[in-house]
């Protein structure tokens, strides 16, 4: 949510963001608006005062004796032209924050400027991609011979974009989110949180995925939304709060399953676990300072890059450019893992600082340490990982000819102990 202040008293730079955003300058026509929207209340006010004064007048003449009817009649002419003031100054109050309410955060000055992800930016790259002495499969034809990987009859009950797993690929999903759990709550001082899977309005709202995003989520009919992510009720613990600064940073991690229509990816990634309407997921979020919401951006994709580490995966660092950025965030980067089965990097994390975009539709603030007033919190959320990718990654990089797939070191305490999964049996 955009403050309709800074856009007053700076719109160049709100143009420039939008700019840096693909989208036209939108500064004059939202302040003609605000203009008009301000010119109402402005006269609404004026009528009120007037019929403040005249009642008084009406009161003192009654106490006196003296013929009050023309005071009287003024009042009461004067309620057609306040309440035709007062609708108009609510009509465009409401106008002024739809308008607001859907256009995308503006994007810090560093980042790259691009229309789409040709425009990203490349940071740096960590891990040496496997050579194999074979030609890999992919994570689908691994999973599907072993017979522990069920397409097929997850479309029979639930459709496409839905996976069974079982027994071993099963466990090994839970050891990843084990694994990033214990590393971000023990190493990373994030707390671990069991949140809501049902949000309302407010909550959706809050973090930006209504109303623009309605389509992209699952509905109940009972007015619930099912998460898309974990950041929509993480990012909400502070929603309508007002923190202490001394409290801050917060920094919470939980471990949920996400639930995405992907109305917008018809014909993206329908083979496999890439893009699935249910998926697991461990996600950060921090609530903090805008002085240190910088600093926070930078430890938390540390922590997401981590866990790669740890699991001797491939992988490099982007920053988004402004056109590839989702609508919510001022800074983004996405993290790729090395995926041989594609040959390519896929994205496996994606770390966003929302500056106070969100905190403002949250009514999120926090008090200075001696300062007077309240200030808009900075909130941000990263992926530390998508766990169904991060199971893709080590099917693909862990494989052996024989369709067996090692297990990291890393995860071997999560799988009791077992080294490897056996390939199919022929």
């Known amino acids: 949510m955009h403050d309709i202040r800074f856009i007053r008293e700076s719109p160049e730079a709100f143009d420039a963001g939008l700019k840096k955003r693909n989208l036209a300058p939108l500064s004059a026509e939202l302040l003609e608006i605000d203009k008009r929207r301000r010119a109402a209340i402005s006269e609404s006010e004026g009528l009120q005062a007037r019929r403040k004064a005249l ?65 990203n930016v490349e940071l740096r790259r960590q891990g040496n991609q496997r050579n194999f002495s074979f030609a890999p499969k992919d994570h689908v034809a ?23 797993l079982k027994a071993h690929l099963a466990r090994l999903e839970r050891a990843l989110a084990q694994l990033m759990l214990d590393l971000h709550t023990v190493e990373g001082g994030y707390t671990e949180v069991a949140p809501p899977l049902l949000v309302r309005d407010n909550a959706a709202y809050g973090v930006g995925q209504l109303p623009k995003f309605a389509e992209d989520m699952f509905h109940t ?3 619930y939304w099912l998460v898309p992510t974990a950041e929509v009720p993480l990012t909400n613990l502070a929603n309508d ?30 083979r496999g676990l890439i893009r699935l309407h249910q998926f697991p997921k461990v996600e950060l979020v921090s ?19 981590e866990v790669l580490k ?18 919510a965030s001022r800074k983004t980067y996405d993290i ?16 966003s600082n929302c500056g106070d975009y969100q905190a403002r539709r949250m009514g999120a603030r926090y008090r200075p340490q001696g300062v007077k007033g309240t200030r808009f919190l900075h909130t941000l959320n990263g992926s530390a990982l998508a766990v169904g990718r991060t199971l893709v990654a080590i099917l693909e990089n862990y494989q052996n000819e024989d369709g067996s797939i090692a297990i990291p070191d890393a995860l071997r305490s999560y799988m009791g102990g077992l080294a490897v999964i056996p390939g199919p049996v022929k």
């Open 55 to 119: 009642s008084q007048q009406v009161g003192i003449a009654k106490r006196k004796g003296e013929p009050a009817e023309a005071l009287m009649a003024e009042v009461a002419s004067l309620e057609e032209g306040l309440k035709r003031g007062e609708a108009d100054a609510a009509r465009l109050d409401e106008e002024l924050t739809h308008r607001l309410e859907v256009l995308p955060n503006l994007p810090f000055d560093d980042v790259p400027e691009g229309a789409d992800e040709h425009g």
């Open 142 to 164: 691994l999973g599907e011979a072993t017979g522990e990987m069920d397409f097929a009859q997850a479309v029979k009950i639930s459709g496409s974009r839905f996976v069974f």
């Open 221 to 223: 009919d009972n007015g």
């Open 241 to 270: 709060v007002v923190l202490d600064e001394a409290v801050l940073p917060w920094r919470f991690t939980a471990f949920t399953p996400c639930f995405r229509s992907e109305a917008g990816a018809a014909g993206k990634d329908t």
């Open 287 to 305: 609530i903090t300072t805008p002085e240190q919401s910088a600093a926070e951006h930078d430890r938390m994709t540390g922590c997401a890059e």
């Open 310 to 327: 740890r699991l001797g995966l491939a992988f490099r660092t982007i920053v988004l450019c402004g056109g590839d950025m989702g609508p």
């Open 336 to 351: 790729e893992v090395w995926l041989p089965g594609q040959n390519a990097y896929r994205e496996i994390s994606s770390c």
